[in-house]
DNA sequence: TGTCAATTGTCAGCGGCTGTCACTAGCCTC
DNA sequence: GAGGCTAGTGACAGCCGCTGACAATTGACA
C-alpha cells in the first residue's frame, strides 16, 4: 500500500498529463503554454517543470510508454526466431496490446490523436526521432545479445535495428497521413511495409 | 557584379556563420549564447536573428550544404543504375567532394568538428534527423520519377530511401564515435555498412 | 544631392526553464 | 497526540531564445 504522499503526486503527475494531452490536441503543442496547463490543474508553472523535465516530456508519455513495452516485447521472443521476425512480431504485439497500456492515464482515441500532433509539430517530431535512435542502440544490444554476437564488432545488429525502426517511421507517417486512424489500419500498414523490404533492395523496380 | 549592399550582407552572414561555429566547436552548442555570437561580430542580437531563423539553423547550416550537394548527386546519377546503387554512389561522391562545398564557409576540418557537435548535443541531433527525414520524402519522389512509379501507390521508393538512410545514420554514428575523424573513415564505413544490408535481413545470424 | 528602400539597432515583451527560499502538509517518533 | 523532520509546493527573480514595432542609418539610383 502506498502512502497518502506517493498517491497525491501521483494523482497530480495524472492530471497535469491528462491536461496537456488533451489542451495539446485541441489547440496545438505550440498555441498551449505551460502555465495554462498548470493552471488547469491549478498548481503553479513550477510545479509542472518538477514532474515533468520539459513540455516535450509531456507531450511524448504516451509514447514513451509504448516504446517500453516493445522493448520488453523484444526482449521476451522466443530465441530461435530470426533477428527481423522478432522485431515483426514485437511490434504487432504492441499494437495489439496498446490498449491496456495506455488506458490507465488516457483514452486510446487520446493518443492515437497525440500520435498526429507529434507527427504535425515540427519539434515535436524532432524529438520523438532523437528518442528513437536511442531505442535503436538499446534494441541493437538485445539483438545481439541473442545472437552471441558483439555489438562493436559486427556490425549486423545495428544495421537491421536501423533499417527495421526506419520502415517503421514510415509506416507511422503514412498511417498520419492517411484518412483511417484505427489500429487495424497501422497494423495492416506496418506489415505490407514490412514485406517491401525485400523488393526495395532488389536491382531494378521496373522489370519486377 | 553585386552590389555593395549585397557583399555586405554576405560578408555579415558568412561572420556571423564562422564565429557561431567557431563559438560551437570549442566551448559547445549550449553553452553559447545568441548574443555572445552577435558581439564577437558587433551586430546586435536581432541582426543574427535576420540572418538564422534560429541558433539551430546556424548550428545545421554546414550540414546543409552538403545535404543539397547529395540531393543534386542523386538526381544526377544515369537513369540505368538500380535505386539503391544510386545512392550508395551519390553518398560517396559526396564525401569526396565535400571539400569544395564546404571550404568557402569554413575549413573542412571545423564541419567535421560540428558534425561531433551535433551527434553529441541532443537538441541538435534532433533537429538533424528532423532534417533528415524531410529529405528523404525528396529523395523518394526523385527515385519514383526515375523509375517510373507512383510514390503513393507503390511503397518501395520510401522504404528504399528509409532503409538507405537509416544505414547513413548508423554510419554516422558509428564515425563519431570512433577515433579516425577522417573522411577517409567514413568512406570505408559507408562501404562497410552499406554492404551489411542484405546480411543483416537475413534469418539467422548464428549460421552465416 | 536628395529621395527612396533596404538594413540595422533599440526597446519592450513573451514563453520555456531554473535556482532559491520560505511555507505547508504528510510522516514518524516518543 | 504533540513534536520534529522532510518531501512537496508556491512565489519570486532571472536567464535565454525569439519576435514585433519603430526609429535611425546606410547604400542605391535618379
Redesign the pocket.
Known sequence: ME???????QR?REALLRSALELFTTQGY?Q?????I?EAV??????F????????EAALALTEMTVARFVEAVRARPPHEAPMEALRQAVLEGWYSINEVVESVAPIELYLRMCRVIESTPVLLAAHLRRSVEIEETIAQVLAEREGLDVDADPRPRVAVAVFSSVMRVTERQWSLGEDFSLEAIRALTSRYLDQVGPALLGNWRTA
Chains 1, 2 share one sequence.
Open positions: 502512502t497518502l504522499r506517493e498517491r497525491k503526486k497530480t505550440e498551449t503554454t505551460v502555465d495554462e498548470a491549478d498548481v503553479s508553472q513550477r510545479t517543470f518538477r514532474y515533468f523535465a520539459g513540455k516535450e
